[in-house]
């Protein structure tokens, strides 16, 4: 089966993570001021995020996707000093952020997020090498907050 042009399917690295910063960019504002990455499920988890971070005021926001679509599913989660109840390394590369209001993201960021593929469809693996070091070194900052 033939990917139709401009769907997921099939795409580089590249174009699969412009469809990742859509999904941010379209609902955060100053999101020029993040770095992404994709997190995909570890065990306890369901969800894909696309999860912006900065450095200064240190900030993860969590946009949870459709992984088959690359669609928003619900507003995303902004976690900072005013809301972070705990950050914990679950296990190497399996992280779980809570808020002061009780919401908890499981997720595991690695250098090759896969997305599930249906019948027929090609794989699609974005690399995320570079991008996946600059977020363990934010991580084991903000692992220091909580």
């Known amino acids: ?12 690295s590249e174009a699969l993570k412009a469809l990742l910063r859509r999904v941010f960019d379209s609902q955060i504002p ?11 499920p ?10 912006g971070y900065r450095w200064r005021p240190p900030e993860l926001v969590f946009a949870p996707f459709a992984p088959d679509s ?3 599913l619900e507003p995303p989660t902004a976690i900072n000093t ?27 960021v690695e250098p090759k997020a896969e997305f ?3 019948d027929g469809e090609p794989h699609r693996l974005l690399r995320q090498d570079e991008d996946h070091e600059d977020f363990n070194s934010f991580l084991d900052t903000f692992l220091e907050l909580a």
């Open 70 to 72: 690359f669609e928003a």
């Open 116 to 118: 599930p593929a249906g």
């Open 1 to 12: 089966m033939t990917p139709e042009p401009g769907s997921p399917e099939g795409q580089s």
């Open 82 to 108: 005013t809301n972070l109840s705990h950050t914990d390394e679950v296990s190497p590369g399996s992280y779980e952020v809570g808020t002061t209001t009780g919401r908890i993201f499981r997720f595991g």
């Open 30 to 40: 100053n999101y020029g001021d993040y770095n992404l990455v994709c997190a995909t």
């Open 42 to 51: 570890v065990p306890g988890s369901a969800a894909y995020y696309v999860v």
